[in-house]
């Protein structure tokens, strides 16, 4: 099962961790429309068509937060992730849409 974090909970959950990542699997245009700011994570921009065949360019032992727009797509990554020996993974529920209401309200909603 994947542990789903709020956007206010993130702070909380980045403590304490080594090198996080906030992995947004959203579709570039989706980026361009709305982006965080990476703060205490590093941010990696993959769609979620393409983990598949960069799944080497993560680091399985980095921990791994998951956002897209409301939660679904992330959701399936983290699964994946799982699935693929990944083992710190977390899905930012409500994904960037909640991320604008409960964290920053300058990130755009669309």
Wanted: a negative charge.
């Amino acid at each position: 099962m994947i542990a789903q974090i709020t956007p206010t909970d993130l702070p909380q959950w980045l403590q304490g961790q080594t090198d996080p990542v906030v992995l947004d699997v959203r579709e570039p245009a989706e980026w361009q429309a709305a982006s965080v700011q990476a703060d205490g994570f590093t941010l990696v921009q993959l769609s979620m068509n393409e983990i598949p065949g960069r799944l080497a360019e993560l680091d399985p032992q980095r921990p791994i937060a998951c956002l897209c727009h409301h939660g679904a797509r992330s959701q399936r990554v983290a699964q994946f992730l799982l699935q693929n020996g990944f083992e710190n993974v977390v899905n930012i529920a409500g994904g960037i849409d909640a991320w604008s209401l409960q964290r920053d309200p300058g990130v755009p909603r669309y």
